[in-house]
């Protein structure tokens, strides 16, 4: 489930909210019961397994072609 993280206008306290994505929009009351909150804008970071390098481009297929790359066709 998605985390969103609000402001309190009013005490300038900073909390997270878990909610579906379909509520995302959705006002949320800071801990400390003010209603007067806004939703901040997050950072997200999107790393695979080569440590923040791009991956090599895939070979390209040789042979025939067909279904199997032309190994079954003679």
Do not use: I, Q
């Amino acid at each position: 489930m998605p985390r969103y993280e609000f402001r309190c206008r009013a005490c300038g306290d900073t909390f997270e909210v878990n909610r579906p994505m379909s509520d995302a929009g959705e006002p949320a009351s800071c801990p400390e019961g003010h209603a007067d909150t806004v939703k901040l804008l997050s950072t997200v970071a999107v790393t695979g397994r080569g440590g923040g390098r791009t991956p090599a481009a895939a070979p390209a297929p040789s042979g025939g072609g067909g279904c199997c790359g032309g190994g079954c066709c003679g």
